[in-house]
């Protein structure tokens, strides 16, 4: 089973930037769609932004439209999110997954935005 690991979440202030990482334990099956989801205290986990396998951005949440970046390397098995102009309300634990969540979730990674 693959396992997925995120890493790079933290403490940032409001308009900080962060960026997160992906690792997967091993090659995912080609044509797979990756995705970042994020899950706020109290709320329902949310796709926030997802990629093609040839590196086509194929949805952002319009919560995160204009500052958010998804990328990958397949050569590394990992995905990447750069989050910039971070707000408050973006505090959340941010997993990846497929786009359909076929894959176990990893531990997720914490982003704490101050305002």
């Known amino acids: 089973q693959v396992q997925l690991v995120e890493s790079g979440g933290g403490l940032v202030q409001a308009g900080g930037s962060l960026r997160l990482s992906c690792a997967a334990s091993?090659?995912?099956?080609?044509?797979?769609?990756m995705g970042w989801f994020r899950q706020a205290p109290g709320k329902a986990r949310e796709l926030v932004a997802s990629?093609?396998?040839?590196?086509?951005?194929?949805y952002y949440a319009d919560s995160v439209k204009g500052r958010f970046t998804i990328s990958r390397d397949n050569a590394k098995n990992t995905i990447y999110l750069q989050m910039n102009s971070l707000k408050p309300e973006d505090t959340a634990v941010y997993y990846c997954?497929?786009?359909?969540?076929?894959?176990?979730w990893g531990q997720g990674t914490q982003v704490t935005v101050s305002s």
């Open positions: 997954n497929t786009e359909r969540s076929t894959l176990v």
């Open positions: 990629i093609s396998w040839i590196g086509v951005v194929t």
């Open positions: 091993e090659r995912t099956r080609s044509g797979l769609v």
